[in-house]
């Protein structure tokens, strides 16, 4: 009877609780205007003039000409500008950074030298340095430690810091040796460069590899599929994407050798990271619907050679005369003391360093508006976010940059971004970062302030 009593008791006690939390009006929820000159619709590659975007708190809930302000709004006026959805990388390394001093570009030293704590303040660095160059989503596809990547995600999510909407893949999955060869002292015991990559040599393994991701936060599946003679099979990688799928993830494969770009293919992957696909690859990659992030290298004073740019160069327009899904990614996982500015000489930011990748999408002669489909909607679909971000349509997120000049005739207008807001809320304006909004003591932004995937 006590036991009964009790829980009528605590029932009641709940009910009252809810009733009166129902009872509370909700505050009212911040409304924010923005005229745009221009705004470029990336899909069509085309720009309409003099719109409005209303933004309701996080999201936009209308675009057109001469809407109604609502009473108490406040307004942004871009009308001297083009505004366009946020860019993306659908392919680097916020984690990494090796040098030519102290490891010689040895990244194995730098796992050794640098711990994971402090790899994941320097991710956090350049999330804000890509935001403030206009990236709003940015693939982060492994080398990041023992999941730095998803505590990034987690920390821009629970309202701590600003940055892009991070897909992280956790550790790369790859066969024995990763993506490197370690000495027998380094392998043994797994203390030294582990946990860079997981190894999964058969198809139990691989299945724990793929869910141990997606458990600790992984919203994308890395595997390293060629990156030893011994490298996955077609079924493998079919395994792989079946698994994946149960979390709710997609795949992709760093692939360096065209077996392994056939095998990747064969397997229907969705993505293929770095751009060692023959031609006829090409075509049956774009046949397949398959997307492409070739990590597009430029030749600069602090990076590359005249040979290997040219083969770059080759290779993107090779993909792109084939109507392969292409992305614009980086690999960015470097520095040294030659990335200043020419004319300023000041340091370039992680941001300035991966807009300039277009000087490679230039080179290769592919049209501005097809160079802004590659940033844009074909990185919201690599990313697999196109459902609840990326494009300037009511009902989704308000993730949006602009820009003075016009990117559909000189995509160099990128290169200065003026104005960045991040979920309806302004990060940057009039060229000025104004991150005051994006910190909290938090949790804010997430449910029971628990973060789940
Ligand atoms: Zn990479």
Redesign the pocket.
Known sequence: MHKRFGLVAILVAVTAMVLSAQAQPAPPTAVTVIKAGRLLDPETGTAAVNQVIIVEGEKIKAVGTNLQVPAGATVIDLSKMTVMPGLVDA?T?MMLTYKEKPENNYYYLTYVMESSPLRAIQGASNAIQLLNAGFTVVRD???GALYTDTALRQAIEQGWLPGPTVIPSGPMIGSTGGQYWPTPEMYKNHNIMYPEYIEANSPDEIVRAVRENMLFGAKTIKLCIDCKPWMYSVDDIKLAIREAAQGGCKVEG?VQTVEGAQHAIDAGIYII?HNYLTPEQHKQAAQKGIFLAG?DTPFTPYRGTQQAFDHAVAQLKSAYTAGVKLTFST?F?YWNERMKDEKTGRWMTRGDLTINFLLTWKAAGIPPADILRAMTINGYRAADVIAERGPIKPGLFADLIAVHGDPLTDIDALRNVGFVMKNGMVFKKDGVMMPEDFFHPGPVRTPNGRWTR
Do not use: K
């Open positions: 392919h390394h596809v492994g080398n760093h990271a990590t690999d996982d």
